[in-house]
Each structure stands twice: as structure tokens, then as C-alpha cells.
């Protein structure tokens, strides 16, 4: 399973005919993630073909309405069609009872496993981890709690090479210690090599996902050298005071944020109903910080360096 | 403004990529009325070209999510293109505590009038009117309390021909009583006769909403003789006994019902996202009534003899 992030709705507040609310689908390590999940998400999954019965995660980053009237709908279907899995979900607080109430209501008591984790957006903090990847909170400057997520594949194993497991020294209880790049003393007094022996893996990457927020230079030191970085940018430079009144950010700051955190690679969303598309944004972003896309619903794009 | 529905969803509770959830939109007298809003009605309208800033009211039928997840993305999204307008909202008990906690959470308290009357789903009563037309609940047969609604134009007083205001006799204080149909015997003793004077408008139209039901005659009584009747019918006879199992109809019995209320046309909707479109349906009921058709999302149909 690739590390890659599928946008689902890139909107602001007000999704258009082009712009779905905020959602992404990542898959990262065998998990499958959903960040976040405005009004139609489920549909926008069917329609971008995102196996959502396979969701493992789903982290919402704060509450307004944009980025969660989409759950109640999604974790509906998935109840009828007879989902048995459990389910993390990690949330602002207050969301678990909002959802029950609106299940209950109707008599749709979920009858699947859902884990949740209640989060204040005050704190940076480990909310998830496995043996291959964690994913971490960066809390974000908005109106209201807020968090964005880091999401991080662990340092991975060097691989070994099919040559190597025909050495006539070979053990099976060498392999686990040389993938780890440990070198081995033989019985016989032999050295082997783990640099000789094995391959390097790929580099472990990151995502990390912003939004909403105003700029905020103390999200860097949470999102230093990440691989990709998705960074709300509602407006261009024309609405900057807008920007600021609404606590928001413009794709320039978007971009100054890329620039000082050296990420690889900056993703702009959450554009605002009142711009066709980012084209203007993905421009002004470029000054600052070259390496810029801005995306569009249905896009899907690699997290690797 | 003429007597017209829109489709917004047919689907029944899973949406598919050709049927959203349940909604139509639906104009009468000059006043514009959306019943149910299922998640992703908001885009719908948009997709069809319908101004939801124009709503006047809101019927929600019962709180099974696929009838109302999508009312309060819709009341944001009001909020944020700045209504004024006062709405009313016809609902299940129960729906306003839902909606206005979603709001609050995310500090988004609106700011326009609503009006909310709360129902029980037990009672056939008139829950609107005003000088043209008329809403009256259908206590129909579910899991949870459902109403369906009819939407009556009230009867239309007579048309003034043109050459009649000629006539030497004519009086301005006249003109009402003869469009009542009232004949007027003048000062001199002169008749002046309504049939002759004025011409008849066209006869008040009435639309019944019956979604969702298990197959119930104690509703025939209110929708005896409307001009069209919308039916859910989730499914074929097929799955009749599946009908039965989740208190929901086969397109047969929609035609049944349709055939014993004497209506005019009859369209069926709600359908299962296990039949990839309703001509299925629709060959089954015209073979109890013949004027049957089923819908799809954006269809318009007039109301009207």
C-alpha cells in the first residue's frame, strides 16, 4: 500500500459545484485514514471509487460544520452495510455525543466497535501509533480548538537481498538484526556485514495536514521537514485582511510556513467559493515557495521524496 | 410561479452515484417548499439550479438520517451567504435540539429567523396555510413517527374577461363577488351574471409526499383524489416480504394505494441502490395503475390535471 493522499473536498466554508467540503483519504502503512468529513463525503468516496467500509482512522480536525457533518452519513452507511470492523476516530471533544444523538434519534444504534479519542487542540501530542507509523496532533490557530496532524511512517527496515540469504554463514535469527543494521560475529569468529548484506529501504516520509488556521509560526517546529505539507490557503493576497478576520490564511503565508518548516513539497486547499479555482493562489504561493500545487477534488498524489 | 416538483434524491438510506438521498423541492403559490433534506441536499439544489435562498418553508417527513442529515449543512450555508428571511420548518419533535447543538459547537449561531413547529407524527392536521394553499400532514406506517404531507392550492376564484370591465353596468366594487362566482343584481334591477362575465380558472392542483410507509391504507382517506402522488417504493415485488421486514413498499402496492385514493398520476422514489434504475418498479405497479411513472435526481414534474 502506497503512502498517498486522495482529496475528497478542497471547499471553504461554502462548497460549490467544483469544490466538495474539506475530506482526504490517505493510506499510509496498510492503514487507511479519512481526515476530516464535510457534508457529502461518502459520496464523494463512491465517486472517486475510496473503499470506505476498509477505514481504519478517522481524525476530525475541529468543529465546524465543513469539516464533520459528513461523519454522521458515512458512519450510517457503513453500519448498513453490515461493517463489523472496528473504528478509531480521534475528535474535538463533544463530537461523540453529537453523533450518538443523531443515530439515536432515528433507532440506529451502530452495532460495530468505534474507539474514540477526545482531543482539546491545546496540546501537541502522539494520538496514534503502531508498529509502522504515528500519527501526531499540531494544533493550529483558529476560532475554535483546532488540530492538524502530522502523519509519520516509521524508520523502516533495510531490506535484505536474495543473495545474501544463501551465504553459507546464514541464519535464520541473523536476518531480524541485520535489516536492522546490526553487523553480525559468527560462531566461527566471521564478521558479516549488514551494509554488505542488505539494501536500504525507502526514506520514511510524512504528511502533514493544516487546516484550519491562521498563519502560525509555532506550527514549524511540528511540522519541520515533513515530506508533503497540505496547508489551508482560503485566499490570495487581495483578502489578506479577510484572512486575518476570519483566521484563516492566505497561499503566500501558506507558502512562508513551507519555506521555514523545509518541507518537500506544499499542497494549498480549502479555497473559498469566491475564486474560481487556485490558479492565482498556486501563483502568489510560488514566490515564496516553488515547490506548489494547488489541488482539486479527485486528485491524488504520492507522499515520497 | 406554477405548481412544480423538482427531484433533489430518490435514493432509499444507502446513496449511489445516480440517486442521492431523500429531498425535493417543491413551488406552489408563490411559495417555495423543500421536503426532507437528506445529505447532500445543499448540492443538489445547487447541481439543479434551485435558489435555497428563496425557501419559505421546510417539511422534514421522520429522523431516519437519509431525511434530514443534510438540514443543517443547508441552515450553515443559508447563514454564511447572509438570509434575512425568516423559515419555517416543519418537523419531528426533537429535530431543533439536533440542529442547534451542531451549530453551537462550532460557535455558529444563526442569524435569521426560524420558526419551528414540531410534530408527532400521530395526527393528520393542517401544520400550514395561508391565503392560496394548504399543508396537511399523513400520519403514515414506519419504524420511527412519519408524516407524509399533502400540499394543497386552495380553490381559485373566477377570471374577469377582458370585455366584461366594458360592460356599462360594471361597478369596481363588483369585480369580487362576480370572480367568486356571485351574480349581482344592480341598482336598476339588472342581473349581472358571474358564469357569463367571468371565466373559470384552472382547478386547484394537490400533491401528496408518502415516503417512508409500509403499504397502509388508513392514509387513502388523505390523499383521496389528490392530483399526483409521490409513493416510496424501495423495492420490486421481489423483495416483498423484505418491504414487510423494514416497514417499506414495492411499487405494486404504491399503485395499489394510488389506484383505491383515485389519484390522477403517481411517481414512485425511495428506491433501494440494489436496483440500478426504477423501470422494474415501474412495469409492476402500471399493471394496478397505469399512469405510473418513477423518478430520477433532477427530474421537474407539474402538478397539475
Redesign the interface.
Known sequence: MKFEVTILGSSA?????QR??TAQFVTCCNRSILIDCG??T??QM??FGVRFQRLDIILIS?????HF??L??LL??MR??GRDAKLTIIC?K??PE?IV???E????QLDFDIRFIELTGKEHEVVYEDKSMLIETVPLKH??PTNGFVIREKPKERKMRKESLEHPLMKVEYIHRLKKGEDIVTESGDVLKSLELTDASKPACSYAYCSDTAYAEKIIPFIKDVTVLYHEATFTEQHRELAKATMHSTAKQAAEIARQANVSRLYLGHLSARYADGKQHEEEAKEVFSNTIYVEDGMSFLVEN
Chains 1, 2 share one sequence.
Not at 466554508?13 to 459545484?17: C, D, R, S, V
Not at 434519534?105 to 440506529?108: M, R
Open positions: 466554508a461554502l462548497p460549490t459545484l466538495n467540503s457534508e457529502g461518502q459520496m463512491r465517486k475541529h468543529l465546524h460544520g465543513d457533518f459528513g454522521v452519513g450510517s452507511t448498513l452495510l474535538p463533544g463530537l453529537i444523538q443523531q443515530l434519534v432515528g433507532h440506529a476560532k475554535i
